[in-house]
């Protein structure tokens, strides 16, 4: 429905914003529905169960303090694609053709093997910091999620470019080996961006990271 009708969710967007988005300054590759519920049955449980259908579930509880609990239903790690189990020519197929749901392979497939190792090591680590942290790959980045983003990975052939989720002036960054691009256009989340070329620049990066993952957890 929102492929099909994309002037009148640009509509409603403009009014309820009070902005002025055209069609053609919205990447529709990248729409996403989400759910929210108390709960959800089984049945409906089964949409995530698939890598590039574009939908999340969340489930949300209220407290007797008016706290509210929002939890992301996780996806398999096995999830397999929709276009396997539905009939070509169906609905789901012509939104499988337009909407691209990214995995970190992705962003690694064709790039040399010391980066694809790095990155892993970097992940590993991050990923040690706490329970409960989500990789979410976008189409420009591979983010990494507490309550928010904290940081993002943007593999590329020679090096790692990492975005540090944090506002201008806020990090403790004694050897300045960020830079600040608050100013210019990046892709990921925050105000600062670091190459990492070696494992020796990770130890370094993860003081600035866990930084931010204090700051988004």
């Known amino acids: ?5 994309k002037a009148d969710f640009i509509l409603e967007y403009n009014e309820g914003k ?45 407290y007797e303090n008016g706290t509210l609990l929002f939890s992301e239903l996780k996806s398999p790690e096995t999830s397999e694609s929709i276009t396997k189990v539905t009939p070509k020519g169906g609905i789901v197929q012509e939104v499988s053709r337009e909407i691209k749901v990214y995995t970190e392979e992705d962003h690694l497939t064709g790039l040399p093997n010391e980066i694809v190792e ?15 942290i989500t990789i979410k790959p976008r189409k420009k980045y591979i983010g990494f999620v507490a309550v928010s983003n904290f940081v993002d990975i943007h593999p590329q052939t020679a090096q790692l470019k990492i ?15 960020t830079r600040d691009v608050s100013a210019i256009g990046h892709w990921g989340n925050g105000d600062y961006e670091m190459l990492v070329r070696s494992s020796d620049d990770i130890d370094y990066l993860m003081t600035l990271v866990r930084q931010s993952f204090a700051k988004h957890s």
């Open 1 to 5: 429905m929102l492929l099909n009708n």
């Open 18 to 62: 009070g902005k002025s988005l055209k069609r053609e300054d919205v990447d529709w590759s990248q729409s996403k529905v989400l759910f929210v519920s108390p709960q959800f049955t089984k049945y409906q449980k089964q949409a995530i169960n698939f890598r590039d259908l574009p939908i999340e579930l969340w489930e949300v509880s209220k």
């Open 118 to 132: 790095l990155y892993q090591e970097l992940k590993e680590k991050v990923l040690s910091l706490a329970d409960g």
């Open 163 to 177: 975005w540090i989720n944090m506002p201008k002036g806020e990090p403790n960054d004694p050897q300045n080996r």
